[in-house]
């Protein structure tokens, strides 16, 4: 849910570009007619994805699957175990779990536990939905070759410096953080993707730009669906007050290559329906792993880049550490 969860701050913007120099003409509220919606047909198979590299062989453990399956970065060997940092960012030490020493690909599924994220009319939790396509996008990289961590393996709460510490501490070549938008400025002739990349970072901005021509193209393979866009839609940077990423996913992974996929509007009731599809949930997941897959075996540009317009909501509470209850890690 952009602008509610990620940001740690309630900073406001200074102002960024004051005109707008999209490469798509602008969406316009009169021309973005709302009819009924016609059948969606499902899309066809994509094509599969080229050979992925595994992660590096590592000898220094920088993260750990816990006895419950919780992924939690390691600050040190600390005797027979490790001292990790929570999902709620505190510091413990655990016996023992799976060690992981490195990643190709680590995937982000946004909010969690009591941070459900948008919500859509159908019921359908962000958290859910983005585990769900996140798991489907690391089954068909893995399937590719790539070596791939989730931040969050299940519903429990997660906090922004934990998830991107195990980026961090990884250096995966990418690294996504997926989620659902929601509140759009308006109705939109075209699926209303949003893609956010790291303003000090090209291959962020790159990265970004794939993943925006991946998933607009996926969605418009399901025809009549009223889509609600925001009117500068696309693959973008969103500054802070000091100039540097919005952002806390973003700012707190700088370093690696990090980008923040907001696919569709659950906010929207015909979006909701149609991400509550196993068959749709797939397509977006094929979608990103293409993206990924284009990234890191090519040097396509991506597209789809607009200059943001000012925003000054402030964020919304979320992905912070208040009244966080870890979930069992032993
Ligand atoms: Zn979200």
């Not at 510091?91 to 982000?108: I, K, N, Q, R, Y």
Request: aromatic residues 6%.
């Amino acid at each position: 849910m952009r602008g509610r969860i990620l940001a740690l701050t309630a900073a406001a913007l200074l102002g960024v570009a004051g005109c707008s120099q999209s490469e798509e003409p602008p969406l316009s509220r009169a021309s973005a007619g709302r009819s009924a919606p016609a059948p969606v047909p499902a899309p066809a198979p994509p094509a599969p994805l080229p050979p992925l590299p595994p992660a590096e062989p590592g000898d220094e453990v920088k993260a750990l699957v816990t006895g419950t399956g919780v992924v939690v970065p390691v600050l040190a060997r600390q005797g027979e175990g490790f001292l990790v940092r929570t999902p709620c960012a505190r510091e413990t030490v655990v016996a023992g779990g799976t060690p992981l020493f490195g990643a190709t690909v680590v995937l982000d599924p946004g909010h969690g536990g009591v941070e459900t994220g948008a919500v859509g009319s159908n019921g359908l939790t962000e958290a859910a939905l983005n585990l769900a396509v996140t798991e489907r996008t690391r089954d068909l990289l893995e399937a590719a070759g790539a070596t791939v961590v989730l931040t969050r393996t299940a519903d429990y709460r997660m906090a922004l410096g934990p998830r991107a510490e195990i980026a961090t501490n990884l250096q995966p070549r990418a690294f996504v953080s997926i989620h659902h938008n929601g509140e759009a400025d308006g109705p939109s002739p075209r699926p209303g993707t949003e893609t956010y990349f790291q303003i000090a970072s090209p291959d962020s901005r790159r990265l970004a730009g794939l993943l925006y021509e991946e998933l607009v193209a996926t969605f418009s393979r399901f025809e009549g669906v009223p889509w609600e866009a925001d009117l500068d839609a696309g693959a973008k940077y969103r500054p802070n007050a000091a100039g540097g990423d919005y952002y806390g996913i973003l700012r707190r992974s700088a370093g690696v290559p990090a980008v923040l996929s907001e696919a569709l509007f659950l906010s929207n009731p015909a979006e909701a329906a149609l991400l509550a599809r196993p068959d749709v949930q797939q397509a977006e997941a094929e979608g990103i792993a293409r993206a990924v897959a284009r990234f890191l075996t090519g040097d396509d540009p991506g597209s789809g880049f607009v200059e943001p317009y000012p925003r000054t909501e402030p964020a919304g509470p979320g992905g912070g550490t208040s009244s966080c209850q870890d979930p069992p890690l032993e």
